[in-house]
């Protein structure tokens, strides 16, 4: 067991989680709000490249900005009334989203717990016991699964919403017919890549499926593959997901990812695209001179609020992809033969398996990928709040033509550099991955 503490505390992870790995005692885990772990920050990097919710973060933090630029870009013309309805669905979205990542935060703990009992099962030789946990895992991933997807769904119908108010903003008395026309031309492209965007989404969810079955296949063949036993589900689980973990199966799940890498690059590049638009649109009406007419500026500005709002659903079915596959990935290791109790194998036998220094990394790097999920909830959490008491106090104000028409530059100046520390922060990832 000394062997086992030894290498737990090379991290500050694993020295939080080491008393409730060695105590033999029912001692209460409590998970800390905030933990200085390299680990936790490696994974935080890594795993924002398949679960974006640091983009959806973003997003969120951007989105009442934009509808109320949209709001006050309007002031005076017919669609006003539109983009305040939309303001409205907001707010009670923004709602939504509060509880959505306030569960988020609580399922997060619920699996950390269920990790740390695991690894303790295994010392104990009790496998089947650690293959319970695993199903709980996967149980959890199901409702996280429904919580992204039913707030997936309330972003659509609200993406949808804005689309019927754009379309009707194209037929604004002062737009001129050269105005018009680009108008009309720049929402059918958009509509034509956000097209694209979803089937991309449905060959992922296909792609998936395909790829949990070749997977587990391949795992249920190499008996002792990264130590055997359980280990070999967490170094699976792990490379699965993108975690850098070596592995004598690299190559072969490379192989399985290059379809599911390539959908999910087009979905990125998707959301790249859709940022810059609404980056060179801020960029223009921050300025007083824009050289935009304020009819154009007001179907321009609610074409930005429908881009945005398709960028935010894009990452809540990336993250419903996700919550989907974890479940599912679970759900057919949980059978997966070396799971299985061993009964030829002493207690002596199953510490040395799983007190390795290669089976503890491999453990930390699970445990600190739901760390760093934690995290980024509690984030989503706060950008969340924040847009539902921005949106809130936006609907209470009530500025006049003149004043609507003088704030809007302000308010797309702020935009602008939101914006583009998006666009830096989704650069940063490409160079990464």
């Known amino acids: ?31 800390p709000q905030t933990i200085d772990s390299r680990l936790v920050h490696d994974s935080r990097k890594q795993i924002l490249r398949v679960l974006p919710m640091d983009s959806l973060v973003r997003n969120l933090e951007n989105a009442g900005d934009l509808v109320f630029l949209a709001f006050n870009a309007a002031a005076g013309t017919e669609i006003q009334s539109g983009v305040a309805g939309i303001q409205f669905s907001l707010h009670k979205i923004s709602g939504q989203c509060v509880n959505t990542f306030d569960i988020y935060i609580s399922q997060c703990q619920e699996i950390m717990i269920a990790l740390i009992k ?25 409702q996280m699964g429904i919580y992204a997807k039913n707030l997936g769904e309330s ?37 034509e890549l956000q097209t694209n965007a979803r089937t991309y989404q449905e060959q992922l969810l296909r792609d998936i499926d395909q790829m949990i079955i070749d997977h587990c ?13 359980f280990s070999g589900f967490v170094a699976g689980f792990l490379g699965f ?6 592995d004598p199966r690299n190559e072969l799940r490379e192989q399985e990812n290059a379809q599911f890498s390539r959908q999910m690059n087009r ?23 824009s050289g935009i007419s304020d009819a154009a500026k007001s179907v321009e500005s609610f074409q930005n609020v429908y881009k945005a709002l398709f960028t935010i659903e894009v990452s809540l079915k990336e993250e419903t992809v996700f919550w989907s596959s974890m479940e599912k990935y679970c759900n057919n290791l949980k059978n997966f033969k070396n799971l299985q109790p061993r ?17 503890i990394n491999m453990f930390l790097r699970s445990l600190s990928q739901w760390m760093a999920i934690y995290g980024i909830s509690k984030e989503g959490l706060v950008a969340a709040r924040t847009m539902e008491n921005q949106v809130a106090t936006n609907i209470q104000t009530q500025p006049s033509i003149e004043n609507a028409k003088k704030v809007t530059p302000e308010l797309a100046k702020k935009l602008f550099g939101s914006v583009n520390m998006q666009i830096e922060a989704l650069e940063a990832a490409k160079q990464v991955g």
């Open 1 to 31: 067991m000394s062997d086992i503490i030894t290498r737990l505390k090379q991290d500050n992870l694993g020295i939080w989680v080491e008393p409730y790995i060695t105590n033999q005692d029912n001692t209460k885990i409590i998970i």
């Open 118 to 142: 695991i690894y303790k099962y295994l010392l104990a030789g009790k496998e089947a016991l650690a293959s319970i946990q695993l199903g709980y895992c996967a149980k959890i991933a199901n």
């Open 155 to 191: 972003f659509e119908n609200l993406y949808t919403q804005s689309y019927d108010v754009s379309k009707n903003s194209l037929n604004l008395r002062n737009l001129s017919n050269s105005e018009k026309a680009n108008l009309t031309k720049e929402l059918n492209e958009f509509n």
């Open 217 to 229: 296949d391949a795992l249920s063949k190499i008996e002792q593959s990264a130590g055997g036993g």
């Open 241 to 246: 997901f993108g975690v850098q973990v070596h």
């Open 267 to 289: 979905l990125q590049q998707q959301k790249f695209e859709n940022l810059m638009q609404i980056s060179r649109y801020t960029g223009r009406i921050s300025s007083l001179e």
């Open 343 to 359: 009964s030829t194998l002493s207690l002596e036998k199953n510490i040395a398996r799983y007190s390795s220094q290669l089976f």
